[in-house]
């Protein structure tokens, strides 16, 4: 079957339903833990800030990168959203991205869906924030060497524990499936610590404040949400002309034989973000990207505003 986009977005069938039901659970307490934390420490500035890094991480996982070997990868993001916005509200951003990744475009399963969302975006946010708050007070050499450091790790430690999961499943024995899915996530990590650093990077030069401790009270919140926009448009635009080449995951499925494992999900909406209306396959792409795009943003968005409002006693 077609797994294309999946890089380590586990589909349906390969885990088995007890380690399903144990990170849905594991993942359902620590996003709560983020929604409580959020709700008391959430900055009106990080408010729109969330929706522009919940879209833009979602435009630019559509675009794989290739990697040796045939195979290909693209960006997590977890460790910079987490730097940018913090731990707690990171997490969040990503467990949007994903939850919205397979509810509508067929990116991952939905039984195994607390798996990915402990994957991809909690177990990322933690180690990219536990590393960064230990040197952001450095200078900038050492603050982008932990970042690329941050990023690189958190895609090994995404495909530890999707190795872990799949063998507990009993899908592929352990000294098979730990090897082959480290070794491809070692080179796919590359890509994620580079496009971490020149994101970061850009974001030093244009909108320093975003990230020092001390925020301005006043800040041009309408300049640096139109720069994201643009960005997040322009990484959409380039979709199309995304490797071809199977992900990190698919690769090592089909190579250690439980790629018919793999179930299609139920939900077809906009299935390997493709609008089905549209015959040409380059430009129904970029309209889902686009689709995807706003729904993810705006939703995030009034989460988070929704988050910001404190409670009256």
């Known amino acids: 079957m077609n797994l ?6 586990v589909p349906d069938g390969f885990l ?4 399903s039901i144990v990170f849905w659970i594991v993942t359902a307490i620590i996003v709560s833990l983020a929604v409580k934390h959020s709700q008391e420490t959430l900055k009106q500035r990080q408010i729109p800030l969330m929706g522009i890094m919940a879209a833009f991480l979602f435009a630019a996982q559509m675009i794989n990168f290739p990697v040796a070997g045939g195979t290909s990868g693209h960006l997590l993001g977890g460790a910079l959203a987490a730097i940018i916005l913090g731990p707690w509200p990171g997490m969040l951003v990503m467990t949007s991205v994903i939850g919205l ?3 509508l475009f067929q990116d991952g399963g939905l039984i195994v869906m607390g798996a990915n969302i402990f994957n991809m975006g909690l177990i990322t946010s933690a180690i990219g924030y536990g590393l960064y708050a230990i040197f952001q007070n450095k200078s900038r050499k050492i603050q982008l060497g932990t970042i690329a450091v941050a990023s690189w790790l958190s895609v090994i430690a995404s495909a530890l524990f999707t ?3 799949l063998w507990l499943s009993g899908v592929s024995p352990a000294r098979i499936v730990f090897p082959a899915m480290l070794s491809v996530h070692t080179l796919i990590g590359i890509g994620e610590a580079l496009i971490s650093v020149a994101a ?3 974001i030093l030069q244009v909108r320093p404040d975003l990230i020092k401790q001390t925020i301005p009270a006043k800040s041009n919140n309408l300049g640096w949400a139109a720069i994201g926009i643009l960005i997040t448009i322009a990484v959409v635009l380039l979709s199309p002309f995304a490797s071809a080449n199977p992900d990190g995951l698919e690769r090592v499925a089909d190579d250690l034989g439980f790629i018919e494992l793999a179930q299609n999900s139920p939900l ?4 390997d973000y493709l609008v089905p209306s549209i015959a040409n396959a380059g430009l129904s792409t970029i309209l889902a990207g686009v689709i995807g795009v706003m729904i993810i943003g705006v939703i995030t968005y009034l ?3 929704k ?3 404190k409670p009256t006693t």
């Open 163 to 165: 190795s872990l999961q």
């Open 101 to 103: 990744q397979a509810l």
């Open 303 to 305: 989460f988070a505003k």
């Open 268 to 271: 077809t909406i906009f299935s």
């Open 4 to 9: 294309s986009q999946t890089n380590l977005h």
């Open 16 to 19: 088995s339903l007890t380690i």
């Open 307 to 309: 988050l910001s409002r």
């Open 200 to 202: 970061f990077s850009f």
